[in-house]
């Protein structure tokens, strides 16, 4: 995208933080229910350079750690972050500073190779995270349980959040 002004982008960093806010609680019934926070994270991720992506993603952890019900199933406190699932929330920032570096890195700006780094390092997180929060499973049923459920939907959303990338990319860059 074109460069924006400071309160350009600092309004544009708060609009994607609601976003994330909203699609936290939006949850799709599937045999095991999702949220569409990682779709937000990918437009986030995909839209906006990290100087404003990371204070976005920031901020929306700071809300919910402060009691603002914007964690999925309307979840706030820090309770969730230091839940069995909070490694997967604070697992947003590690998913933008990966995605980040694997995008400026390649040679041809692969942002999808980029965003699916980004999402194995959250998922790392948040796998690393339930197993010290659950000492007594094994990293197979971490995954089994933690991971596996989501892989399709996540690259169901990856898809969408690429065409919506894709077609402000085109409009915005003119």
């Not at 609601?18 to 991720?45: D, G, K, M, R």
């Not at 199933?73 to 820090?78: D, K, L, P, Q």
């Not at 796998?127 to 007594?136: D, G, K, M, R, T």
């Amino acid at each position: 995208m074109k460069k924006l002004s400071g309160i350009s982008e600092m309004a544009l960093a708060s609009l994607f933080t609601a976003l994330l806010s909203v699609c936290a609680i939006i949850t799709v019934p599937a045999p095991i229910p999702f949220t569409l926070q990682t779709f937000a994270l990918f437009l986030i991720a995909g839209l906006l350079p990290l100087r404003s992506a990371f204070p976005c993603v920031l901020a929306y952890i700071m809300l919910g750690a402060a009691g603002l019900p914007v964690f999925s199933g309307f979840g706030a406190g820090f309770g969730v972050l230091l839940g069995p699932t909070g490694g997967y929330i604070l697992g947003f920032v590690l998913f933008l500073l990966v995605q980040k570096l694997v995008y400026r890195i390649t040679a041809k700006k692969q942002l999808l190779l980029s965003l699916v780094t980004g999402l194995i390092a959250c998922y790392i997180c948040g796998i690393a995270w339930y197993l010290i929060y659950s000492p007594s499973e094994t990293l197979l049923s971490a995954v089994a349980v933690t991971l596996l459920p989501f892989i399709i939907p996540d690259a169901v959303k990856l898809f969408f959040a690429m065409l919506i990338i894709k077609r402000i990319r085109k409009i915005y860059d003119k």
